[in-house]
DNA sequence: GCCAACGTTGGC
DNA sequence: GCCAACGTTGGC
């Protein structure tokens, strides 16, 4: 018998551990409208890419709740995935923004996760700060001309960025 | 409001 | 499949 690698994670052996950063715009859904809220539905993501990254997302998960068009923008906070993916329902609702033709029951276009708050940062960690420091180099949100509104982020990073916003400035 | 850097659409 | 036109994102 081949023994299991013990670099994975038992009972989950397919499924890496990943960590995520999800951009709202700041003034239409800000961490605070998050923590109020409790849990929110992360519909109406319409692009490809973005879409093929929350369907690798797992119950579990944690990521970087980012205010995009902020004073500042950057994280504010974490947020923990709770759901498995599944179809955004705004997809066949016809009287939706997010209204997809294309969209079946059978084969839906786009998906979504239920997401929780987790926690506020004492302070934003600004794009500013986030794209100038050395232990942060190669993040994909300092990229240049990066507008995904879901992308993953490493361990290292997310754990650094939530030691910043943690602590008061 | 400007505009760079994309992604998407649709004619051919 | 190419690519021009158009739409969107998001920092500034």
Redesign the pocket.
Known sequence: MKKRPNNRVQNNISKPVHYWLL???EADYSIADFQRDNTAEWN?V????A?NYIRTMHMGELFLY?????N???AAGVGKIISEPHADPTQFDTKSIYFEK?ATKESPVWSTVRVQFVAQFARVV???EI?TSARLKGIL?A???????VMPISQTHFAHIRTLGMRSA
């Open positions: 951009k709202n715009e109406g319409r692009n490809f890419q879409r980012y205010h995009a068009n902020g500042p923008s950057g294309r600004s794009l500013s794209a949100v990229r240049r001309g990066q507008r995904l509104s």
